[in-house]
C-alpha cells in the first residue's frame, strides 16, 4: 500500500474512533483537552493564539476560547481562500462576522476581520485526524495546516486530540509538519 492509500485509510479509521466517542465523551474530554493546553509554558507565553472552529467530532475548543478572552489573548481563525491556502483573521464582533466556509466550518467574514501575519503568531492549536506519540500529526487531508505551519516561525503548535485518535506510528512524507506537542483529555505528548 502506498503512503497516500496508507494515510487515507488511518485517517478513515481514526475519525470514525472520534465519532464513535459519546456526545457527553467528546464534551467532557474536550473541556480536560483545554483545561491541559491552558495550563501549559506555551499558552501562558502566548499573546496571540490561532485556533479553529470546530466540526463534526473534533475536539470542541469553546472552553480555550473563553479562558483566552478572559486572559485577554487575541484570538485568530483559519480563513481558507482557495482549495489549498488558508490565512489567519481575528473576526470582527457580533454574529455577523461569521460565515459558513470551506467543508462547512465557520470562518471569519473577511471584510470584518483583520488578517495577521504568520510571524505574529504566538501559538497554534491544530486539529488533526490522528497523532503518535512523536507528535506526528495527520491532518483532515486537504494539507492546509501542512501549508501553513512552516509560516508560523515564532509559533509552538499543539494539536488537540483525543486519545482514541492515537496510532502507533504517523508515516511522515517530505510536506507533512509535526507538531510540538498533543493534548489529549489524558496527558500532554512533547516533541523531543
Known sequence: MDLKTYKKELR?????????LSEEERIRFSADICGRIVRTHEYAEASTVFVYKWVKGEVRLDELEKQAAADGKKLIYPLCISQTEMLAV?????????????????????????????????LVIAPCASFDDKCGRLGMGGGFYDRYLPECANAKIIAAA???????????????FPVDAVATEERLIKRN
Open 12 to 20: 478513515k479509521e481514526k475519525i470514525r474512533a472520534r465519532e464513535a
Open 90 to 122: 481575528e473576526p470582527g464582533t457580533g454574529k455577523d462576522a461569521w460565515t459558513s466556509g470551506y467543508m462547512g466550518i465557520m470562518e471569519p467574514v473577511p471584510e470584518l476581520g483583520t488578517a495577521t501575519d504568520p510571524a505574529d503568531i504566538d
Open 162 to 176: 483525543y486519545e482514541v485518535q492515537r496510532s502507533e506510528e504517523i508515516p511522515q512524507g517530505e510536506y507533512d
